[in-house]
C-alpha cells in the first residue's frame, strides 16, 4: 500500500513536468508561427493610418484657373409693368373756368392711362465663365468667377384697355396701353466661399455684381368716342428705354471634381437689376378755336427686371506650375 502510493505521487510529479515541458515547446512554436503576421499586421496598421492622414489632410487639387459652359432656365421676379398719370395744367388758365374744365378731362385722363399691366419674362440661358479658386484651408474654398449668358425667350409684351368717364357727361375717355420689356443677356462677377464636404465635392456660396441689358418701352392712346364737333384731339405718348443695367446677385451651389483636371456643377442665383422705365409726355390743345394749352399728363410706365436662375455647368481646370504634377500624381 505505501509503496504503491508513493509510486502513484511520483507518477504524478513526472506527468506534470512532462506536460510543462510539451507545454513551452508549443508556446516556442507558435511564436515562430504567428511572429510573420504580426509584423505584417503592423505594416499594414502603419500604411492605413499614414493614409488616412493623407485623406484627411486634401491636398489642393481645387487651387487655380478654370474656365468652362453653363446652361440653364430662368424666370423673372417682378410680374407686373406700372403705368402711372401726373396731369399738369396749364398755370396760365389758373383762377378761370377753364382751368376747372382742364383739370376735369385731365384727371379723367389719368384715371385711364394709370393702370398695372401683366407681365412675365423666363427662358433658357447659356454661356460661359472664368473663375479662380484658392485651397486656403484643407477644407475651405475660395475663389472669383465672371460669366455671361446669352437669353432665349426672355422678351414678353402685353396689352391693357380701360374706360375713364368724364363727369358731369355720359362721355369717357378710351384708352389702349401697350408695353413690351426684355432682358438680352446677363452676366455676373462673383466672390464664391465653400466648403469641402469629401476632397472633392464641394458646397459653396457666391454673391457679388450682376449685369444685363435690358430694354422697356411703352405706348399710350387716349380718345373721347361720341364728342360732338369738333371732337376733341386724342392724347398719344410713347417712351422706349434700351441700356445695361448693373445690380447684385447671391446664391449657392455643389461643385464635383469628377476627374484630375474636370469638374460638374448646379448652383441657383438670384439678380435684381433694378427698376427702368421710361416717360412720355401727352400734350391736350382744347379743341375751341380759341383754345389753347389746356394740359399735360405725363406718363411713366417702370418695370422691375429681378429673378432667379438655375444651371448647371462643367469646368476644366487649368494646370499650371507646380499644380500640374500635383493632379498627375492623383491620376490612375
Excluded at 260 to 265: G, L, M, Q, Y
Excluded at 304 to 323: E, I, M, P, S
Aim: aromatic share 12%.
Amino acid at each position: 500500500m505505501g509503496g504503491g502510493a508513493a509510486g502513484w505521487r511520483m507518477a504524478t510529479k513526472d506527468d506534470g513536468a512532462a506536460s510543462l515541458w510539451r507545454l513551452d515547446a508549443m508556446n516556442v512554436e507558435m511564436r515562430k508561427t504567428l511572429a510573420p503576421f504580426a509584423l505584417a499586421l503592423a505594416l499594414t496598421g502603419s500604411s492605413m493610418a499614414e493614409d488616412l492622414a493623407s485623406y484627411d489632410r486634401s491636398p489642393p487639387l481645387w487651387t487655380g484657373f478654370y474656365v468652362g459652359l453653363n446652361a440653364g432656365y430662368f424666370w423673372s421676379g417682378a410680374k407686373n409693368n406700372w403705368v402711372s398719370t401726373t396731369p399738369i395744367i396749364n398755370p396760365v388758365l389758373a383762377g378761370t373756368g377753364a382751368a376747372t374744365v382742364a383739370e376735369i378731362v385731365a384727371v379723367s385722363a389719368a384715371r385711364g392711362s394709370t393702370a398695372i399691366i401683366p407681365t412675365w419674362l423666363d427662358g433658357f440661358i447659356g454661356g460661359g465663365q472664368i473663375g479662380y479658386n484658392w485651397n486656403f484651408v484643407s477644407d475651405f474654398v475660395a475663389g472669383l468667377e465672371a460669366d455671361i449668358q446669352g437669353i432665349a425667350g426672355g422678351r414678353n409684351s402685353a396689352m391693357g384697355w380701360s374706360a375713364s368717364p368724364l363727369p358731369p357727361t355720359p362721355l369717357f375717355w378710351r384708352t389702349s396701353l401697350s408695353t413690351h420689356s426684355s432682358i438680352d443677356f446677363l452676366g455676373t462677377a462673383r466672390g464664391r466661399l465653400g466648403w469641402l464636404i469629401t476632397p472633392t465635392l464641394l458646397a459653396y456660396g457666391a454673391g457679388g455684381l450682376a449685369y444685363g441689358g435690358v430694354t422697356t418701352n411703352f405706348s399710350v392712346f387716349q380718345k373721347i368716342p361720341g364728342a360732338d364737333p369738333p371732337e376733341p384731339p386724342p392724347l398719344i405718348g410713347a417712351s422706349a428705354y434700351a441700356d445695361t443695367r448693373i445690380g447684385w446677385t447671391v446664391g449657392g451651389g455643389l461643385e464635383w471634381l469628377f476627374l484630375p483636371n474636370w469638374s460638374a456643377k448646379v448652383e441657383y442665383l438670384y439678380y435684381d437689376l433694378g427698376s427702368a422705365g421710361g416717360y412720355a409726355p401727352m400734350p391736350f390743345v382744347a379743341p375751341d378755336p380759341n383754345g389753347g394749352l389746356a394740359f399735360i399728363n405725363v406718363i411713366r410706365a417702370t418695370t422691375r427686371f429681378d429673378g432667379r436662375f438655375v444651371r448647371a455647368g462643367v469646368n476644366y481646370h487649368l494646370d499650371w506650375g507646380a499644380l500640374a504634377a500635383e493632379r498627375e500624381s492623383l491620376r490612375p
